[in-house]
């Protein structure tokens, strides 16, 4: 896919697709069902469904975009699923560092992976290396990432399926929040995501507000557009300062 309606990104990449689940925020994955969809429609790269794939021809993909992108690695799947080689990895990155002008934001729900592989490989200076935080069990993952020296650490609270209490977010440039959408979502509650501002607020970090979901912040459900976006009445989607980084 070459262009995106995720709002923290503006270009999608995947070399990769297809997962399978790994925690709790996985029950209704996005990505499975749009594959599935993208097989019935023919595509040749969705052949295989949700089955992981990996697709030597498209690891070259962001050579060919000249004007200067965020570009989100892997939205299909997974860069550190325990059955991608770190072989195949390294190909990714390789065109990462052919490509300065890009800013890539690589995604994990496999904290612990990422860290065996960087523990032996430097991280490019144009990516930013971030941790799905869906619920309190998965919090051990913002230890693994505050580990890693990269120019932007974040965190990606959605689908937010529960409170998650109080936050370290020592080293932690920017947290997503959003909530699950479609028909078999679970709601989100307005004082969750209250919650999770006021702590990046207090400790300086970025805070980007995506969306309620399919539950909208008076705990009915709708369609995610009627839902909308408003955050105490308004848009607060940050991006990280990367200037004093």
């Known amino acids: 896919m070459k262009t995106t309606i995720i709002e923290w990104t503006d270009k999608t990449w995947n070399p990769i697709t297809g997962c399978t689940k790994k925690s709790a925020g996985c029950a209704h994955c996005y990505a499975e069902v749009m594959s599935r969809r993208l097989k019935a429609m023919r595509l040749e790269k969705y052949r295989n469904g949700f089955e992981l794939t ?94 890693f020296d990269a120019t932007v650490k974040f965190l990606s609270c959605e689908p937010l399926i529960e409170d998650l209490g109080t936050l370290n977010l020592d080293g932690i440039d920017w947290v997503i929040v959003g909530g699950e959408s479609g028909p078999f979502a679970r709601p989100m509650k307005p004082e969750w995501v209250v919650s999770i501002k006021e702590q990046v607020e207090q400790q300086g970090a970025s805070f980007f507000f995506k969306q309620w979901g399919t539950w909208g912040s008076d705990g009915k459900k709708r369609s995610k557009h009627a839902n909308g976006k408003l955050l105490q009445g308004k848009v607060i989607q940050q991006m990280p300062d990367t200037k004093n980084i």
């Open 54 to 147: 990996l697709h030597e021809d498209d690891l070259y993909e962001p050579l060919q975009w000249k004007k200067s992108h965020n570009i989100f690695v892997c939205s299909m799947s997974d860069i550190f699923h325990e059955k991608v080689p770190f072989e195949f990895v390294d190909k990714i990155l390789q065109t990462i560092e052919q490509t300065p002008q890009h800013r890539y934001q690589i995604l994990t729900k496999r904290s612990e992976r990422m860290a065996e592989y960087f523990k032996s490989r430097k991280i490019p200076n144009n990516v930013w290396l971030g941790a799905t935080v869906e619920c309190r069990d998965s919090k051990k993952r913002i230890d693994d990432l505050r580990s």
